[in-house]
């Protein structure tokens, strides 16, 4: 696994003061339940680490049509861009890479 992260030059991406509060808005807006906060988290790293994507079989709390759309509504007032959340199955058969 560690040659891997070499080889495709892997970032490891590390929560931040900025990535807590968007958590946290996340949290206080209902998103995701306070009992859930690492699934916030996961999604306001990669939001505030500009990431494309998350790709996650999270389907209680991440990969559902609420979470996508007020996350990135959040997001977006924060001037963040807005991040596509997508299942493994999304990716090969919509092609939305």
């Keep these: 696994m560690l040659g891997l992260i070499d080889k495709f030059n892997i970032k490891v991406l590390d929560e931040s003061e900025k990535s807590i509060k968007l958590a946290m808005l996340y949290i206080e807006n209902k998103i995701i339940p306070e009992k859930y906060l690492i699934d916030a988290i996961h999604i306001s790293i990669a939001t505030v680490n500009s990431m494309d994507m998350i790709i ?39 092609d939305n890479i």
Excluded: A, M
């Design 56 to 94: 996650s079989t999270n389907f209680q709390y991440i990969v559902k049509d609420k979470t996508r759309i007020f996350t990135n509504l959040i997001n977006e007032s924060l001037s963040y861009y807005p991040i596509k959340i997508l299942s493994p199955k999304e990716i090969f058969k919509n």
